[in-house]
């Protein structure tokens, strides 16, 4: 997704960014969908290539919040990984630069 703006508001910080259409994991979970096995394969694979890129940038940069309800599930299949807030570099200071087009994979 397109990330254009941090907002922080006492110790709370919101992200303006596109609209991702979807339902996060968190979602199928509590209503207890079962997707099946390929699916659960494929969104595997994608959250590794989001991980390897994350983590190829320099400096490095660690999710520190991955969870069913930051894994969007997109109509077409792909996920999205979501929440950069809580994100630390290598060295565990937080992340406050905008991140485009981070924790997309189709």
Same mark, same amino acid.
């Given at each position: ?34 997707p099946?096995?390929?699916? $659960? ?6 959250? @590794?290539? /989001? ?6 940038? =320099?400096?490095?940069? %660690? ?8 894994? $969007? ?6 996920? @999205?990984? /979501?929440d ?5 570099? =290598?060295?565990?200071? %937080? ?12």
């Amino acid at each position: 997704p397109q990330v254009y703006d941090f907002i922080q508001r006492d110790n709370e910080i919101f992200t303006v960014m596109d609209y991702i259409q979807g339902k996060d994991l968190g979602y199928f979970i509590q209503n207890k969908i079962k997707p099946e096995e390929r699916e $659960i394969f494929l969104w595997l694979k994608q959250l @590794c290539e /989001v991980l390897v890129y994350l983590h190829s940038r =320099k400096p490095v940069i %660690i999710h520190n919040d991955i969870k069913p309800q930051n894994i $969007i599930l997109r109509p077409d299949g792909s996920v @999205c990984l /979501v929440d950069f807030n809580v994100s630390f570099d =290598k060295e565990n200071k %937080i992340m406050a630069e905008a991140r485009r087009n981070l924790g997309v994979f189709s």
